[in-house]
């Protein structure tokens, strides 16, 4: 080897030992764990069990320490007292630069930049068509859609008993009927012919999208980006421009989309297949998980179907099998103890990290007398997981009760860590900036698809079968899928 060359190595390698070994922790830094692995640090044990991982770290290191996982440094805040505090210090830290990448990488589209002006106001402000007065015909669209899908694939007169697969049966009900909702009709039909191919891509796409959030190249996971492909070519502009009944949320969206000459049709269309995922990814498991525990706790849902029953009875709703009900927001809005047990699943099956980019070195205020040194691109998170299931906080946390939120026929609002009042105590839809704009909508619906089933169905699970258990491969991401789908009977209730 020439003296040269050994010359470079020898001055490389304590350079390249330095970068692989990682940073040391600086004066007033939290603790920093990096594992042993350069580069990769703690990836691996955390990707298996997030919550183990996070709650075993909290007993050696406290409430705020740095992990180094795939070359990241992430900062973890586990005390919920100090949520408030950092969900307010917006200037320092961002969130729409990391969401921007990943969900960019996801579905296809390039990132809304500088290179679109405007855009990216103009993709916020539209989310306020799915709350507050665009509420109401949001959810009396799909009220509509649902019942139809309900009606022509489910209620048969026959009150025999009928076997199926819950996620399965979830799914293929809110796949089509939240697409009908969100993109509308097509031309002289009620329904879109060819749903259940693009329900079974959709399906596999969700599968591989954990590994898209985690930056793996599309070309290393099969035949994902194929299928991402269709499910896209399914919302180009000339196909999506002869619907009709579509939502204002959507349409507002296509005009949008169409002022950018720079955008091609099919990033258009990525852009509207990643609402669809976002609508009904976390959708559809807190469906399956909250229908799941009350078929299995049969005097909860005797519970929650008798106050419905009352809410329409109080209203003047005569129900029979052979109409279709229509239950108002005015209606969902009264039924407090199934949204108790919405959110009691919810606290059971999500897990959904909150992410913060540092945009400089600077020191974080973690409460009136304690800081921690962050630097510029270090990622600060909260994993309200920990909340959810911390004892202190919820009384025996793995056990479902439907009516945990409720209080003297009143919701409960009041829940406390160290005798201190939580304001953050269940966080599925994310917080401050990211909170998700789609929560109020998801809530109604829940309650729609719910109140469907307990009038129409008995339901049943089928003997035999071990507890549903949570797939942890989405951890950190949202609601969680079960490991195995679940055998139930139904069958419709006699009148
Ligand atoms: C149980 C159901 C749902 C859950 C648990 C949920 C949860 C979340 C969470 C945690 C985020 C923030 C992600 C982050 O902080 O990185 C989010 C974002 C989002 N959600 Fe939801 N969501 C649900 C249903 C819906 C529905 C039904 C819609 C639309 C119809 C929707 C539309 C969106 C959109 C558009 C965003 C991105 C917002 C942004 O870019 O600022 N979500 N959701």
């Not at 350069?38 to 991982?53: R, S, Y």
């Not at 500088?114 to 539209?126: A, D, H």
């Not at 809410?311 to 129900?319: A, D, I, T, Y």
């Amino acid at each position: 080897m020439s003296p040269l060359l050994l010359l470079v190595l020898g001055l490389l390698l304590p350079l390249l030992l330095l970068v692989l070994r990682g940073r040391t922790r600086r004066e007033d830094e939290p603790p920093l764990i990096k594992g042993w692995i350069p580069f990769i640090g703690k990836a691996l044990e955390f990707g298996k069990d997030a919550h183990k991982f996070l709650k075993e770290h909290k007993r050696k290191f406290g409430d705020v320490f740095t992990v180094q996982i795939a070359g990241k440094y992430m900062t973890f805040i586990m005390d919920p007292l100090l949520y408030p505090n950092i969900i307010k210090q917006g200037r320092q830290l961002d969130f729409d630069e990391f969401s921007n990448r990943v969900a960019s990488f996801a579905f296809g589209y390039p990132p809304v930049t500088s290179k679109f002006p405007g855009l990216k106001e103009q993709i916020t402000r539209g989310f306020i068509l799915l709350q507050g007065d665009n509420l109401t015909p949001l959810t009396e669209s799909m009220m509509g859609n649902l019942m139809l899908v309900f009606r022509q694939d489910y209620l048969d007169q026959e009150s025999s008993w009928k076997t199926a697969y819950m996620h399965k049966f979830c799914n293929s009900i809110m796949f089509e009927a939240t697409f009908l909702t969100m993109y509308g009709k097509p031309p002289s039909a009620s329904r879109h012919s060819g749903m259940s191919v693009l329900e079974t891509d959709f399906i596999k796409f969700d599968k591989m999208f954990p590994l898209l959030v985690a930056q793996i190249p599309i070309w290393l996971l099969g035949r994902t980006r194929a299928i991402r492909e269709r499910l896209i070519n399914y919302f180009l502009p000339h196909q999506m421009s002869c619907w009709s009944h579509s939502s204002e949320f959507i349409r507002t969206r296509f005009e949008m989309f169409e002022q950018y000459d720079t955008l091609r049709d099919f990033d258009k269309a990525a852009h509207h297949f990643a609402i669809l995922w976002a609508s009904l990814g976390n959708t559809v498991p807190a469906i399956f998980w909250v229908t799941y525990y009350l078929v299995s706790h049969p005097e909860a849902l005797q519970f929650v179907r008798q106050e419905l029953e009352d809410v329409l009875r109080l209203s003047g709703v005569e129900f029979s099998r052979d109409k279709d009900v229509t239950l108002t927001p005015a209606h969902l809005e009264k039924l407090l103890y199934m949204e108790s047990a919405i959110e009691e699943s919810l606290r059971l099956c999500s897990a959904s990290m909150n992410i913060r980019v540092a945009q400089e070195d600077f020191s974080l205020r973690l409460d009136a007398e304690r800081s921690a040194a962050v630097r510029k691109g270090d990622i600060i998170a909260l994993y309200p997981q920990a909340i959810h299931l911390d004892p202190e906080i919820y009384e025996d946390p793995q056990t479902f009760r439907f009516d945990r939120y409720m209080q003297n026929g009143q919701k409960k609002t009041n829940f406390y860590k160290r005798g201190q009042k939580l304001k953050h105590y269940l966080m599925p839809f994310g917080s401050g900036a990211s909170k998700c704009p789609g929560r109020f909508f998801a809530i109604n619906e829940i309650k729609q698809f719910l109140s469907v089933i307990l009038l129409y169905l008995d339901l049943e699970l089928e003997e035999g079968q071990s507890k549903a258990t949570l797939d942890l491969s989405r951890a950190g991401l949202g609601v969680m899928l079960p490991a195995e789908d679940v055998r139930f009977r139904y069958r419709l209730r006699p009148v």
